[in-house]
Every structure is written in structure tokens, then in C-alpha cells.
């Protein structure tokens, strides 16, 4: 078995040198790893190392030696597969992954990826760069607690002084609890990524978060409050976020950002089809359109395939979508439109709130709320149930819009 530094002066050199390779060698079978760069004049052949004159010596230096210190042990251990050494050989120390690094490194990865996607779907790179968003967001509140903690020494008493120093400064048991899932994701995909063992350290860590649906009164307008919206003709730039404030209503409580990016293919024959973003699966949602969406998309045409003339690159969504929230509360204050059950503001959420709401006050049956909803299934049983006729999903959607 030889395991050897070497300067592979046979290729093709480039303007930072040739390839710095090791060769691993054993009864005819070789395989080979670049790993740097280096000219000729900074190469020590007789110590198979580079000289001080190297531009990366300080980096590179440390990684060659510790590359021919591994060499000598598998060497002298009998190793003698040639494949064996190469995995053992180049194989990552974990305990020194940093859990910010990693995180970092994870972020970048995501935001190639939405720009690879963007190309072709400006909707699905919004999602990715909303998930970027959390993820950054997160790790800056983090950073102070793990700044120093490699993804293997991430542990309870860590994530718990993160846990307490976070409630103590008054945010809600939801961020929180947001906050925590999201530093669980990237362990995760760490452990996924590099194979290391799962020393479990979120366990405990969620205790006094959890809130059940019924502790989380979630807000809507009862049917009152929506006809005031519905009767609105506002002289002003504000009209058009109550306009679609109804939309998301009338097409089953959809997401802003389906509506945002809806194409005018989309709706075809007096029905919509969409995709719901928010769910894993993309979700597929074919509803009717009532005469009152109807009504509010003859008043947009957008140019070329988008049903609304609104820019469609990520930063214009996400100025709209403040704006949005913005002007919907200062409309909601002029026309005294109150939010149940408990007042508040209206968010843009509200809107699917309130259809399912209504729903149930009209003892629609759950399963036809999540086909209109664009809800995912959860259990075998309900997977495999077959889709409810068109005629009930349309009746029901029509009773519930009024």
C-alpha cells in the first residue's frame, strides 16, 4: 500500500498550478483526490509538501500534514483496499463541524437552489427563500448560544438556556416553539448529511410549548363583518388588497402567495386549479369560481401569463405582502370591522380562518373542508378515501361563500 503526495505535472496546468493530488496505490488499483493547486517552484518534492511561498500555505500546510499523519496509521493498521483507505482517508472529523457553520452552509445550499428553480417556477423560489428567511433569522438569534458548539456537543442544557432566555425577553410560546423546530430541522439534516449518531438533544426541550387547537383561538370575521368588505368600493390604492383579502376567501381560504402567482391558464371553464404552496406535497386544489371572485378578476389583467399586473420577483412579493397587512388593518380601523372572537387585527390569514370557520358553523363535513382547503391528509384511512363528487364540493363551497 502506497499512500503519496504528489504533483501531478502531467496534467494540464492552470494559472494557480498544477493538481495537488494524493494517489492511493495497492496491487495495481489506484485512486486518486485532488485537493489544492500549487506551481511547480513551491512544491518540496523530497518532503511531499509545499513551500512557505505557497499562497495558502497557512491553510493548506496544516491540511497535508494531517492527511500523511492519517496515511501512516491506515498504513500501519494492514489497511489494504485501496477504496477502504480512500473513504477512511478522506473522511470528515464531525466533532469539528461547527453547528453555525453548518447551518450557514446549509442557507447558501437553499439559496442556490432557489434560484436554480426560479428560472422556471417564481413561485416555488418564493417558498425557498421564505424558508431561507427562517432559517436566517433564527440562526442570528442563536448565535450568541452557539457560536462555539459543533453539530456533535449540541445539547439539552444549550438549547434550553436559548429556550429560557427567549421566554424571558417576552416572546410568545409559538416563536419559541418556532425557533426550536427549526434549530431540530438543521440538526437533523446534519445528522442525514454526515451519519453521525442522533444524541437526541431536543428531547425535554419542548415541554411547556405545545399549545392544543382549542388553547389557540385562531381569528375571523363572522358574516356580518364580511359583508362590510364585501360592500367596499374604496377610491384608492387599498381596494385592491380587500379585493384580495375576498379572494382568499372565496377560493377556499388560499394562501397569498397561490393567489399572488396565479396564472391565467389556471382558470379554465369557470373553475380555478392551484397547487397549495404550504403543504409538502403541493396539494392540488379545483374549485368553482363563484360570481363574486368572478367579479373581482374581471377588474386585473396582468401581463403576459399572470392573472395580476404585480412584479412578481421576490422582493416586490415580499414589499406587497407588507404592504398588504399594512393597509388591511388601516381599513378594517376606518370601517370599524371587528375581528372574532376576541378583536384584534386583521391579518392576512384571517381570511382562511374565517371560511373554515364558517364552514363549520354550517356542519359541512371535515374531509369536503379539507378538499376545499387544500388541507394535507394525515392518516392512511384518510388518504385512501376517494375525492368527494364535484357537485358536493361546489355546493358546499357556494353555501359557505353565500
Not at 105 to 125: N, T, W
Not at 253 to 279: A, E, N, P, S, W
Request: charged residues 30%.
Amino acid at each position: 500500500m502506497v499512500i503519496e503526495i504528489k504533483l501531478l505535472t502531467a496534467k494540464k496546468e492552470t494559472p494557480e498550478g498544477f493538481p495537488l493530488a494524493v494517489q492511493i496505490a495497492h496491487q495495481n488499483k489506484r485512486k486518486t483526490k485532488n485537493i489544492a493547486f500549487c506551481k511547480e517552484k513551491h512544491f518540496i518534492q523530497d518532503g511531499k509538501t509545499i513551500s512557505e511561498k505557497h499562497p495558502d500555505y497557512d491553510v493548506l500546510a496544516p491540511i497535508l500534514m494531517e492527511l500523511k499523519i492519517r496515511a501512516r496509521k491506515l498504513i500501519l493498521n494492514g489497511y489494504n483496499d485501496v477504496e477502504k483507505v480512500y473513504q477512511e482517508l478522506f473522511a470528515v472529523d464531525f466533532s469539528q463541524i461547527g453547528f453555525i457553520d453548518f447551518a450557514e452552509g446549509l442557507i447558501a445550499e437553499m439559496k442556490d437552489v432557489a434560484e436554480k428553480v426560479g428560472k422556471h417556477d417564481l413561485k416555488a423560489k418564493n417558498k425557498l427563500l421564505g424558508n431561507v428567511r427562517c432559517y436566517e433569522n433564527v440562526i442570528a438569534q442563536f448565535e450568541n448560544f452557539g457560536k462555539n458548539v459543533t453539530l456533535q456537543n449540541l445539547d439539552y442544557s444549550i438549547l434550553m438556556a436559548f429556550k429560557n432566555y427567549n421566554t424571558g425577553i417576552g416572546n410568545s410560546k409559538a416563536t419559541v416553539h418556532l425557533y426550536l423546530r427549526t434549530l431540530r430541522a438543521i440538526y437533523n439534516k446534519g445528522i442525514l448529511k454526515h451519519k453521525f449518531a442522533d444524541e437526541k438533544p431536543f428531547t425535554g426541550v419542548f415541554d411547556g410549548l405545545k399549545t392544543r387547537s382549542y388553547d389557540s383561538k385562531k381569528k375571523y370575521l363572522d358574516r356580518d363583518a364580511l359583508g362590510k368588505l364585501e360592500q367596499l368600493d374604496l377610491k384608492s390604492a387599498k381596494q385592491k388588497y380587500v379585493d384580495l383579502f375576498l379572494l382568499q376567501f372565496y377560493f377556499g381560504g388560499c394562501d397569498l402567495i397561490d393567489l399572488y402567482y396565479l396564472k391565467k391558464r389556471q382558470i379554465r371553464k369557470g373553475r380555478i386549479v392551484f397547487d397549495r404552496t404550504k403543504t409538502n406535497t403541493g396539494t392540488r386544489i379545483d374549485l368553482k369560481v363563484h360570481p363574486k371572485a368572478q367579479a373581482i378578476l374581471d377588474k386585473y389583467t396582468g401581463e403576459a401569463d399572470w392573472l395580476f399586473p404585480w412584479k412578481k420577483e421576490n422582493e416586490s412579493y415580499i414589499t406587497f405582502r407588507g404592504n398588504y397587512q399594512r393597509d388591511i388593518v388601516l381599513v378594517q380601523k376606518a370601517e370599524k370591522i371587528e375581528v372574532s372572537p376576541d378583536d384584534g387585527n386583521l391579518g392576512i390569514k384571517v381570511a382562511r380562518h374565517t371560511f373554515a370557520n364558517l364552514a363549520k358553523t354550517l356542519n359541512i363535513d371535515t374531509d369536503v373542508i379539507r378538499e376545499l382547503m387544500g388541507h394535507e391528509r394525515d392518516d392512511v384511512d384518510n388518504y385512501y378515501k376517494d375525492k368527494y363528487p364535484e357537485a358536493v364540493r361546489d355546493k358546499a363551497l357556494f353555501d359557505i361563500i353565500g
